[in-house]
């Protein structure tokens, strides 16, 4: 293999470098911003067999299975993976495996588009995650709509009240279907709509049928919130349970204060694209985009700091 | 759901024990000899029985980078003086050697059925250890091609330069073909040394890997990525080990790290 390295001020000029040296058939191998442009690597494979390659050399007897596993199939070990994604995901680099093997997708909060309803377990994060969007929203000049359907909980409205004020948006309470068109038809030149929805049992059977019908109530895309940190088979359950509701979202919480990611994992198994990963306090700024290379590195980040410790060395 | 593996804890160990595990980089001058010795340090720090090889054919330097003068070498199995387990010394670092012999040549000039002799002795002495760590000569002639071929696992050794991603990829090349359909059985990793940062390492690998994907068609895995510490230098030039001097740099976490991997 040939390897060579091109910079250039914009990355087609550098595939035209490549291209007229190397010709069509080299490989992109990596490419990297640098202070002036970008670099790529590129390589190209020598056609034929090189001489070196005919040398015979006999198999050697009696190979052993090796019991090698790489640092970050043992990262996901400790989050809980399970075994099938653990394969999948053995050949790395982590971030590529993971683009390659879970879903990642945007909410869709554009302007138009169908409402959003967050649901999920209790206590796993809707209203603060309502509130973090809205934040977002405001801060991009967009003034979104919000609903509560969640007329259940004691305080639940008042806690999101409390941010709408502070965001200068109304919040609209609608417990029921009737009640939740109504809101509908006051949305403005199609502002985003959220939608908090009470944390709900997808088991019981009661409870699912309430959600369905909020769902269908309201036309929302439905994106599940789920923690970070609780029982990965669990999460798939919950996960699957809301995918046959029509949920092909989620938004991971509790990334900060969750040592185990292997709930998140599960949901993203089940079918879910990961949208959202809650990863500190704040409502500006404690939620951002999910993306391959920050699940990655969350991933990666628990089991080293988690290290053995290493004993101090004999004297 | 997947069904647990049945293997017994027994049996498992029954299948560890005498692990070969090569380690080779194509270019030399990468932290081959000093990533063995650290690697094979690792591992007795976590109760394994290791034998580490100077396989380094014509320059093996094991013994120079710890301080040793050993009685017995690999020489002296060679010409039949001394059994392989006879010639092995222990060291204080908790690890079994085998010294070359700097300069001999003595493995290089061997023809290949008594190369086979002395890799079927090693082979024999490995039933004894958990682990045997092969450190392999630079380049990627006939016996070094041999020996990274006969073991379990082989780790290839690569930095950020492209000299040194080129000549791994041949030597992951090399053992492919020399694999073929056995490649999963003694299947080749990569090691990523001297990383500028752990993300600079990460994109070595993914370089690496692309390569071998594309041309190969086949992806080896990554088996760790060790990160440019001064301390390895400082290590060296003072002959002793760097888990013993400077056990907490990141270097060291880093290969205790990737030791976790292979002890499994």
């Known amino acids: 293999m040939r390897l060579k390295l091109y910079r250039a001020p914009a990355m087609a000029a550098a595939m035209r470098m490549v291209r007229a040296e190397l010709g069509p058939d080299a490989l992109i191998l990596s490419s990297r911003r640098v202070g002036d442009g970008v670099e790529i690597t590129a390589g190209l494979e020598s056609a034929g067999p090189e001489p070196h390659m005919a040398l015979p050399i006999p198999a050697p007897a009696a190979p052993r299975t090796s019991q090698l596993s790489a640092p970050h199939v043992q990262a996901l070990s400790f989050h809980g993976a399970s075994p099938a994604l653990r394969n999948k995901l053995a050949a790395g680099p982590l971030p590529f495996a993971l683009a390659a093997a879970l879903r990642f997708a945007p909410l869709p909060l554009a302007a138009g588009g169908k409402p959003l309803l967050l649901a999920g377990p209790p206590g796993a994060g809707k209203t603060l995650s309502i509130v973090r969007l809205a934040t977002r929203l405001v801060m991009a000049g967009t003034m979104p709509m919000v609903i509560t359907a969640d007329g259940q909980r004691a305080g639940a409205t008042e806690q999101l009240a409390a941010f709408t004020r502070l965001l200068g948006i109304d919040l609209l309470v609608a417990s029921q279907p009737a009640a939740l068109e109504r809101a509908l038809a006051r949305r403005r030149d199609g502002a985003p709509v959220l939608i908090d929805s009470a944390g709900a049992d997808l088991f019981d059977p009661a409870q699912r049928a309430a959600l369905a019908e909020l769902a269908a109530a309201t036309g929302a895309a439905i994106a599940l919130v789920l923690p970070a940190g609780i029982d990965p088979a669990e999460a798939a359950e919950i996960a699957a349970a809301h995918a046959e509701l029509g949920a092909r979202l989620a938004i991971a919480t509790r990334l900060d204060v969750a040592r185990r990611l292997g709930s998140v994992l599960a949901a993203a198994e089940a079918g879910l694209a990961l949208a959202e990963a809650g990863i500190g306090p704040g409502a500006a700024d404690g939620m951002v985009p999910m993306t391959p290379e920050l699940l990655a590195r969350r991933l990666m980040q628990l089991p080293l700091a988690a290290a053995p410790r290493i004993p101090e060395p004999a004297a | ?264």
């Not at chain 2, 498992?12 to 380690?23: D, N, S």
């Open chain 2, 1 to 264: 759901m997947t069904t647990a593996p049945t293997l017994t804890p027994s049996r498992t160990a029954a299948l560890r024990a005498g692990q070969i595990v090569a380690v080779a980089s194509g270019k030399g001058g990468v932290g081959k000899t000093w990533f063995a010795i650290t690697l094979a340090h690792a591992l007795a720090r976590r109760g394994r029985h290791v034998l580490l090889f100077d396989g380094d054919l014509g320059l093996a330097n094991v013994d120079i980078q710890l301080g040793l003068l050993p009685a017995h070498d690999i020489a002296s199995v060679v010409a039949g003086q001394r059994s392989l387990a006879a010639a092995v010394q222990h060291h204080q670092g908790g690890f079994d050697i085998l010294a070359g012999r700097s300069g001999s040549g003595v493995l290089a000039a061997l023809d290949p059925a008594a190369l086979d002799g002395v890799l079927a002795a090693l082979r024999d002495a490995a039933g004894a250890y958990d682990h045997v760590v092969l450190d392999l000569g630079a380049g990627i002639e006939r016996t070094t091609r041999r020996m990274s071929g006969f073991a379990d696992l082989l780790l290839v050794l690569a930095t950020e330069e492209p000299t040194s991603l080129t000549d791994a990829y041949a030597v992951l090349k090399l053992h492919h073909a020399d694999r073929g359909a056995d490649a999963a059985s003694a299947e080749a990793r990569i090691v990523v040394n001297q990383a500028s940062t752990m993300a600079a390492g990460a994109r070595t690998y993914a370089t690496l890997a692309r390569a071998c994907a594309a041309f190969l068609g086949h992806t080896p895995k990554l088996a760790g990525i060790i990160r440019r510490d001064d301390r390895v230098r400082d290590a060296i030039r003072r002959q002793t080990l760097l888990l013993l001097r400077h056990p907490n740099t990141s270097a060291a976490v880093d290969v205790e790290l990737l030791a976790d991997g292979v002890a499994g």
